[in-house]
């Protein structure tokens, strides 16, 4: 019997990795003492852009062209 992590999506776990370091980013910034309000706008900011290059860059790479 194989033993196998279930597949989840690349949305999903985009999602997550933004989530968890905009956490992250904002509970680091606040506990160095930066304001409140700018502590969240950078972490939003911060797990936005995560998001977006987990998103774009996480994939497996495509299969390797074996015609060759």
Do not use: N, Y
């Not at 949305?11 to 409140?36: P, R, T, Y």
């Amino acid at each position: 019997m194989h033993l196998r992590a279930p597949s989840v999506d690349q949305g999903v776990q985009a999602g997550l990795w933004g989530l968890f370091f905009g956490l992250f980013l904002w509970a680091g910034l606040w506990a160095i003492d930066v304001e409140k309000a700018t502590a969240f706008i950078v972490g939003c900011l911060g797990g936005a852009a995560v998001f977006l290059f987990v998103r774009h860059f996480g994939g497996e790479a495509p299969p390797a062209d074996r015609r060759r």
